[in-house]
């Protein structure tokens, strides 16, 4: 090409990309970039990555949600369902931060078994919350609960439980279980942790051979499962964890609106609220293991287009009129949070402060043997 085409060229090149920034800036722009694209999944396979094994109930959570997003998303694509267990789920949680993609086509499925090791500085842990951008948290609820033999009618009796041999069957205490263990020593309740249980349902069935006199339960296993003690006289509720609020705090669970939330029970016992780093460390793992126990993620550089289609098309799926019943057994009756809902309540769970990390790992540590170390993120 000769220097004058060239030259022509150049020049309207510079005309045209003139006049676009010209058009841009009169129209009130805020950045000279252009428009981005809406995004579109038409033709798409999208993967969620599920760090647990087929059949639990992160899994059954996640393979409920997946085929009604994907056909709210645009271009109603295929949302298939990838399980790489393995690590506490640390594995799969891993995978996805080094390999997903920011197009939309990757998304995580998080539960409380992968936020409780990312907030303990687990040494298996690759992978950062801060980095991706949450479109969906689904919470549950809990009640702990003791044996009638213990002769209290409610919290407000706890006193009487001092001096009481106190036993409490746990998976662990870095597990889901921390969240009780911790309320119990915030109440000054000496229980000793029977470990070794496989999940909550073992734990349940201990208390019901009277093998231990206190034990927490999910919102959907109590109402099945614990109900039916109560209705007998043989189970007396404390009360429930609650859930969170909008504005960031913890209000009484709507499921259990005459049980007085964990704060309430608190209060209850020692005559103020609390405040202090062993409480701020309680509240952390109660977001992560109740309040926002399960989440939807996308990865780090995701375009704010395709967070926006994947926020509305959870929004559209849970505001669908069949939406309630369908999803009784699996989500329970609690509210689910969207978008910016939903990052709220994953960013309550991941301020923890420095004292009171330091303080829920000295305590561990010195009350399990936890073997802990402090490191940050």
């Not at 150049?10 to 995004?39: C, F």
């Not at 969620?48 to 899994?59: A, I, L, R, T, W």
């Not at 913890?250 to 103020?272: S, T, W």
Request: proline share 5%.
């Amino acid at each position: 090409m000769n220097n004058s085409k060239t030259t022509f060229i150049s020049s309207v090149t510079r005309s045209l990309r003139n006049s676009i920034t010209a058009v841009t800036v009169g129209a009130g722009a805020v950045t000279l970039a252009p428009a981005a694209l809406a995004a579109d999944f038409a033709g798409d396979r999208i993967e969620m990555v599920m760090p647990f094994k087929e059949g639990g109930g992160s899994d059954t959570w996640g393979r409920f949600y997946a085929p009604k997003v994907a056909e709210q998303l645009p271009g109603s694509p295929v949302m298939v369902v990838r399980n790489i267990p393995g690590g506490g789920s640390t594995s799969g949680a891993n995978q996805f931060q080094l390999r997903a993609k920011p197009d939309g086509q990757d998304v995580l499925a998080s539960s409380a078994s992968t936020m409780f090791p990312y907030i303990l500085g687990d040494s298996r842990v690759r992978y950062d919350y801060k980095d991706w951008a949450a479109v969906l948290a689904s919470p549950t609820g809990g009640v702990v609960y003791v044996s009638a033999d213990l002769g209290i009618d409610s919290v407000a009796d706890i006193a009487k439980l001092k001096g009481k041999d106190l036993k409490f069957a746990s998976q662990g205490a870095t597990s889901m279980d921390l969240v009780t263990l911790l309320a119990l020593d915030l109440l000054d309740m000496d229980v000793k942790a029977v470990f070794g249980m496989k999940g909550r349902g073992e734990g349940r069935l201990a208390f019901e051979r009277g093998e231990v006199n206190i034990d927490a339960q999910t919102t959907s296993a109590f109402i099945k499962k614990v109900q039916p003690l109560i209705d007998e006289g043989k189970a007396i509720p404390l009360f429930s964890y609650g859930v969170l609020g909008k504005d960031g705090k913890i209000k009484r669970d709507p499921n259990f609106p005459n049980l007085p939330d964990f704060v309430e029970a608190y209060e209850m016992v020692h005559g103020q609220l609390p405040d202090s780093d062993a409480f701020r460390a309680w509240k952390t793992f109660f977001i992560a293991g109740y309040a926002a126990q399960k989440g939807l993620f996308l990865p780090k550089g995701t375009p704010d287009d395709v967070v926006k289609a994947y926020s509305e098309a959870v929004a559209n799926v849970i505001a669908k009129p069949e939406f309630a019943s369908e999803s009784e057994d699996v989500l329970g009756n609690y509210e689910q949070a969207v978008g910016s809902d939903a990052q709220m309540m994953f960013a309550e769970a991941l301020k923890i402060d420095k004292a009171a990390r330091t303080w829920v790992i000295n305590w561990l540590n010195s009350e399990y043997s936890a073997g802990l170390k402090l490191s940050s993120n």
